[in-house]
């Protein structure tokens, strides 16, 4: 199986275990992965980095949550002060402004893939994911966010098993020109400096000007 067969089975489970509260962080170490072998096969290590990103700043919000309700049960046992409901305030905010910067690196890195994989819905839930991050102040964020892992979950499993340009290629029967490559259809060559595809009557490179 290649690498996006693998990232499509990974990262549609990971979204699926994402659903589920008791085993979530399984579903994004997968869904990690799975972005890790997308990135790997397009060539971009943008995506994995933005998601990588993204987890990391998750994982800020996730402390602040924690922060918050460890603060809440001490506060249940002791006297309520102005001073701790700003804390708990400040935990909040911080929680907050994580998740949308979290959202924003999902995003990057989900437009890239809806792009390069010609799958358009990884490029609707990336869009759900930053919409619902700055929605979550109010119960219609958390509505937004499942909408958007539920897309999530059919992007993954829509990843095409060859990259697309790959793929068009092999069944057009025409196998990808390496860089000075001469070979060409008739009426079709190449340029052997930078491999642009020009007319034979052409006497320069249209881009890097060389002569033919």
Request: net charge positive.
């Amino acid at each position: 199986m290649s690498k996006l067969g693998d990232a499509k089975t990974l990262g549609g489970v990971g979204s699926i275990l994402i659903l589920i509260p008791v085993v979530s962080i399984v579903g994004y170490i997968l869904v990690l992965i799975a972005t890790k072998y997308v990135s790997d096969e397009l060539g971009d290590k943008s995506i994995f980095d933005n998601m990588l990103y993204a987890v990391i700043t998750g994982i800020i919000g996730a402390a602040a949550i924690a922060f918050i309700i460890i603060t809440g049960a001490i506060l249940s046992t002791l006297t309520f002060t102005m001073s701790a409901m700003a804390g708990v305030i400040v935990g909040l905010a911080i929680a907050w402004i994580a998740l949308i910067i979290s959202s924003i690196f999902i995003r990057r890195a989900y437009d890239t893939m809806a792009t390069k994989l010609n799958t358009g819905t990884f490029r609707t839930a990336g869009l759900l994911y930053f919409i619902g991050a700055i929605l979550t102040i109010v119960f219609v964020g958390l509505l937004i966010l499942f909408v958007g892992i539920i897309i999530q979950i059919v992007a993954f499993f829509s990843i095409p098993d060859t990259v697309p340009g790959i793929q068009t290629q092999q069944t057009s029967g025409m196998a990808p020109q390496p860089m000075g490559s001469t070979t060409a259809p008739a009426g079709i060559k190449f340029c052997p400096n930078c491999g642009t595809q020009l007319a034979v009557t052409t006497a320069y490179c249209t881009k890097c000007g060389a002569k033919l």
